[in-house]
């Protein structure tokens, strides 16, 4: 089964976001500096969300992310 990665960048709004598996259920959790993750009602970790990127030094948008990212099978 093939495992489905987005990448959206909002240049207006300043706003990139990955999103594991698509389009499952979930809400954000506040990580502190404008980045936040996407988990599930069990904490499945479904994405990421940044806000204010391009404004970031390059330096700063090397982020690292405070999780190890386990690809889930989507259900249809």
């Given at each position: 089964?093939?495992?489905n990665?987005?990448v959206w960048?909002?240049?207006?709004g300043d706003?990139?976001e990955f999103?594991?598996?698509?389009?499952r259920?979930?809400?954000?959790?506040d990580l502190g500096?404008?980045?936040?993750?996407r988990?599930?009602?069990?904490?499945?970790?479904l994405g990421?969300?940044?806000?204010?990127?391009s404004?970031?030094?390059?330096?700063?948008?090397?982020?690292?992310?405070?999780?190890?990212?386990?690809?889930m099978p989507?259900?249809?």
């Amino acid at each position: 089964m093939a495992e489905n990665m987005m990448v959206w960048f909002d240049k207006e709004g300043d706003y990139l976001e990955f999103s594991l598996n698509g389009k499952r259920k979930g809400f954000f959790k506040d990580l502190g500096n404008d980045i936040y993750e996407r988990v599930d009602s069990k904490g499945n970790i479904l994405g990421f969300a940044i806000f204010n990127f391009s404004k970031r030094s390059l330096k700063e948008r090397k982020i690292k992310l405070p999780a190890k990212l386990k690809l889930m099978p989507v259900s249809t």
